[in-house]
T-cell receptor
Framework: KAGVTQTPRYLIKTRGQQVTLSCSPISGHRSVSWYQQTPGQGLQFLFE???????NKGNFPGRFSGRQFSNSRSEMNVSTLELGDSALYLCASSLISIQRGHNEQFFGPGTRLTVL | AQSVAQPEDQVNVAEGNPLTVKCTYSVSGNPYLFWYVQYPNRGLQFLLK??????LVKGSYGFEAEFNKSQTSFHLKKPSALVSDSALYFC???????????????FGRGTQLTVWP
């Protein structure tokens, strides 16, 4: 089985721009979660989508949004980029929602976003 | 509130020696606990998990972890370290309440393991 894929792998943007990141989960997985990883804050949960519905959301401003399509692929969008948004954005998939079970999550390689 | 603490930012160990990466947690009720490893420029890889049952959990690449409820700890261990084990290790916890809107994974800050030859 192919693993979780994320595109693009690297991205450079300037302040004020917006960006869309894409994630394709492992085939059959219906839950997709997004995390932000920075040296200062570590791994922080952004949100989880399951069956095209947002099931949970972390403590991030409304500039961070996401969606999930019927094929379970997910996108996250960050509008009005700030310098502090520079981070590694990780996508993780699992068979069922992390709200309902204890399945492990499988992570993609991440998208490295740099905001100048 | 649910939380995870990894008290050591860095652990250094000689190849062939046993290693321990520490993790303590705080959740209400019985926890679900996970260990992940991250190599440079890679995503996280699942190592093992504790849900219920035997307190000693065996995982990938020869790693194991010991769940201790009284000490609220879930330390990662390996009897004989390899240079290739050098990586960033994350402990994570998820609370047990299926109805909770807080059904998410909480990660520790990570511990950098360096195994020197």
């Amino acid at each position: 089985k192919a693993g979780v894929t994320q595109t693009p792998r690297y991205l450079i943007k300037t302040r004020g721009q917006q960006v869309t990141l894409s994630c394709s989960p492992i085939s059959g997985h219906r839950s997709v979660s997004w995390y932000q990883q920075t040296p200062g804050q570590g791994l922080q949960f952004l949100f989880e989508y399951f069956s095209e519905t947002q099931r949970n959301k972390g403590n991030f401003p409304g500039r961070f949004s996401g969606r999930q399509f019927s094929n379970s692929r997910s996108e996250m969008n960050v509008s009005t980029l700030e310098l502090g948004d520079s981070a590694l954005y990780l996508c993780a998939s699992s068979l069922i929602s992390i709200q309902r079970g204890h399945n492990e999550q499988f992570f993609g390689p991440g998208t490295r976003l740099t905001v100048l | 509130a649910q939380s995870v603490a990894q008290p050591e930012d860095q652990v250094n160990v000689a190849e062939g020696n046993p290693l321990t990466v520490k993790c303590t947690y705080s959740v209400s009720g019985n926890p679900y606990l996970f260990w992940y490893v991250q190599y440079p420029n890679r995503g996280l890889q699942f190592l093992l998990k504790y849900i219920t049952g035997d307190n000693l959990v065996k995982g990938s690449y020869g790693f194991e972890a010991e769940f201790n409820k009284s000490q609220t700890s879930f330390h990662l261990k390996k009897p004989s370290a390899l240079v290739s084990d050098s990586a960033l290790y994350f402990c994570a916890v998820r609370g047990p309440d299926r109805r909770s809107t807080l059904g998410r994974l909480y990660f520790g800050r990570g511990t950098q393991l360096t195994v020197w030859p």
